[in-house]
Structures are given as structure tokens and as C-alpha cells.
Nanobody, 120 residues
Framework: QVQLVESGGGLVQAGGSLRLSCAAS????????WDWYRQAPGKQRELVAK???????TYADSAKGRFTISRDNTKNTVYLQMNSLKPEDTAVYYC??????????????WGQGAQVTVSS
């Protein structure tokens, strides 16, 4: 079993910054990739940023130049630094991780979600 715990959400004014964290724990043998998704009210969930085990990062067009995904492999933790936040960034943000467990299975796990609210 693998658990993800997210932290760092909150309320911020437009133009401000927030950093989300997501820590994985449990029977992890190897982490393959981390993703951050978000879902705004009435909208579909969208991929915001991705980080692979090879260090490749990709971003949604809406996040490019403002968001940065990073990872600390020693802590099994991923971060999403969000700068120059806009009201349209308001959403619940979810981290996901693809791991190989100690039992030898590869699967993805999701965090509980972190509310980010950007006021105008």
C-alpha cells in the first residue's frame, strides 16, 4: 500500500505564489513519474505538470513559465511551485505517482487534493 499526502494549498491574491507538496510513503520499490492535475468547478480534470524518472518535465500551456515541478527523490516528494497566480488557476490540485511496489506491481496512486483559491 502506498499513501500520498498533499500540503500547501490555500488562498492567495492574484500575482502571488504558492508551493504544493506531495509526499509518498509505503511499500515503494521505485517511482517512475509524478504528475500534478487540477480540477476547477464545472470543468474536466487537466494535467498541469509532469516529471519523469529521467528528469523530463512537461507543462500545460497554461502553466508554462509560471509553474515549476520538482522532486526530492530522497524524500519521495514532489513539489509544484506556482508563481504569478491568476484567478483561473483556482482549482483542487491533485498529485499522482506511478510506482512499482515492493510486491512487484506497477500502478498509480492519487493524493487527497489541495484547494488553491486565487482572488482577484
Amino acid at each position: 500500500q502506498v499513501q500520498l499526502v498533499e500540503s500547501g494549498g490555500g488562498l492567495v491574491q492574484a500575482g502571488g505564489s504558492l508551493r504544493l507538496s506531495c509526499a509518498a510513503s509505503g511499500r515503494i520499490l521505485n517511482i517512475h513519474s509524478w504528475d500534478w492535475y487540477r480540477q476547477a468547478p464545472g470543468k474536466q480534470r487537466e494535467l498541469v505538470a509532469k516529471s519523469t524518472s529521467r528528469g523530463v518535465t512537461t507543462y500545460a500551456d497554461s502553466a508554462k513559465g509560471r509553474f515549476t515541478i520538482s522532486r526530492d527523490n530522497t524524500k519521495n516528494t514532489v513539489y509544484l511551485q506556482m508563481n504569478s497566480l491568476k484567478p483561473e488557476d483556482t482549482a483542487v490540485y491533485y498529485c499522482t505517482v506511478v510506482v512499482t511496489t515492493r510486491a512487484g506491481f506497477q500502478r498509480d496512486y492519487w493524493g487527497q487534493g489541495a484547494q488553491v483559491t486565487v482572488s482577484s
